[in-house]
């Protein structure tokens, strides 16, 4: 257990919806990223938020977007849902004063997202 | 943009043989990090490299940065099906540390 929750386990819906993915980091940790793992592919980095507040974007399309809130918990919205938007979604946070990329990486467990 | 490819895609191997995956960037990176993810699981922390020419162990497992910073390797020694999975290697570019590329993954299964 990383001590990083998601919530939901699993996801399905329709072309066109919109869903929310959260997230909630290990405690006292401030960055927050998110990631996509299609099948049997790597992992994309879309967003970083830390301590609140957005601080690099990956691969992330027009239609997702996140946020970080005050108690650190963070959530992904994605919208205008398509076939190709399934996948697994992953939530990691890490420790650190910066939001520098020299801190270990929890991964949570992943919420996978069906769009049918 | 940045790109870290990883080889080979997959990989078999008899128990107790060893296992070496590559990973190469098109960029500098800062740093690199590597990351194991069991069938269904999540990614999980193994090692973080940092200076050039870095070398680091963990019991059966050998961490390699190289001298220029773009590439890294991980060494298993005598694998056990507890290795199977996919390894990715991860890194920011260098003076860009905020955006994280992950490699493409090498997913190795042990033949017990």
């Known amino acids: 257990d990383s001590g990083v929750t998601q919530t939901p386990k699993h996801l399905i819906t329709a072309t066109g919806q919109r869903v929310t993915l959260r997230c909630s980091p290990r405690?006292?940790?401030?960055?927050v990223y998110w990631y996509q793992q299609s099948l049997d592919q790597g992992l994309q980095f879309l967003i970083q938020y830390y301590n609140g507040e957005e601080r690099a974007k990956g691969n992330i399309l027009e239609r997702f977007s996140a946020q970080q809130f005050p108690d650190l918990h963070s959530e992904l919205n994605l919208s205008s849902l398509e076939l190709g938007d399934s996948a697994l979604y992953f939530c990691?946070?890490?420790?650190?004063?910066?939001?520098?990329?020299?801190?270990?990486?929890?991964f949570g467990p992943g919420t996978r997202l069906t769009v049918l | 943009g940045q790109q870290v490819m990883q080889i080979p895609q997959y990989q078999h191997v008899q128990e107790g043989e060893d296992f070496t995956t590559y990973c190469n960037s098109s960029t500098t990176l800062s740093n690199i990090q590597w990351y194991k993810q069991r069938p269904g699981g999540h990614p999980v922390f193994l090692i973080q490299l940092v200076k050039s020419g870095e070398v680091k162990k963990q019991k059966r497992l050998t961490f390699q940065f190289g001298e220029a910073k773009k590439n890294s390797s991980l060494h298993i020694t005598a694998t056990q099906t507890t290795d199977v999975g996919t390894y990715f290697c991860?890194?920011?570019?260098?003076?860009?540390?905020?955006?994280?590329?992950f490699g493409t993954g090498t997913k190795l299964q042990v033949i017990p």
């Open positions: 991860a890194g920011p570019e260098s003076g860009g540390y905020q955006k994280v590329t």
């Open positions: 405690s006292g940790d401030l960055s």
């Open positions: 990691a946070s890490s420790a650190g004063r910066t939001n520098a990329f020299y801190n270990e990486q929890f």
